[in-house]
């Protein structure tokens, strides 16, 4: 067998090292495309975020303006007026809620036999209802006790004689000054319920 070439000019495979070189071309132009239509689609994107936001920008300035506008435009006496106007409403759905079952019906739960309730004066403030009860007895232990009595309900707090002196019958005149919660009685009574 002989080893030796015997062309004038020898044979080299170039077919492979051209397809290597096509195939690699390819990708570089189809890498190339790819890269061209994502910065177009990009600035696209880009350009219709941009216009968004000038929309945005503006349209928040006129609101911005519209604001201040209808704030220059408010009234303060009207907008007081209306508040004061608020707060009596509030003031009269407060009364509306007092029930005077509920707190006679304490009334004679706790009272002693020898002690009689001669007036009763409910007034609405911020904590609540103060009570003002003027009572009759014959000695001055049983108005403890009906005050000890108010304030076991849980509805009556701070419980004060306000006033006391004995009448021309020889009987005992008080004067109760308290504060009606009749919601944390009514929450206490539930308690003591369901024990």
Request: hydrophobic residues 40%; proline residues 2%.
């Amino acid at each position: 067998m002989i080893r030796t070439n015997l062309s004038t000019r020898p044979f080299y495979n170039e077919r492979v090292v051209r397809l290597w070189l096509l195939a690699i071309g390819v990708l570089v132009v189809a890498a190339s495309i790819f890269n061209v239509t994502r910065i177009i689609h990009y600035s696209r994107s880009d350009t219709e975020l941009a216009t968004q936001a000038s929309r945005d920008e503006a349209r928040a300035a006129e609101l911005r303006a519209s604001a201040a506008r209808l704030r220059a435009s408010v009234d303060l006496k009207q907008v007081d007026y209306a508040s004061s106007e608020a707060r009596q409403a509030n003031d009269l759905i407060d009364r509306r809620t007092f029930s005077w079952t509920e707190l006679f019906n304490r009334f004679e739960a706790t009272l002693p036999e020898d002690v009689r309730i001669t007036s009763v004066r409910p007034k609405l403030e911020k904590r609540g209802f103060v009570m003002t009860i003027a009572v009759v007895s014959r000695d001055v232990d049983q108005v403890n006790q009906f005050m000890e009595n108010l304030e076991r309900t849980g509805a009556f707090a701070d419980l004060l004689v306000s006033e006391e002196h004995f009448n021309e019958q020889g009987q005992l005149e008080a004067s109760l000054t308290t504060l009606y919660l009749p919601t944390s009685g009514r929450a206490e009574a539930s308690g003591a319920q369901t024990q």
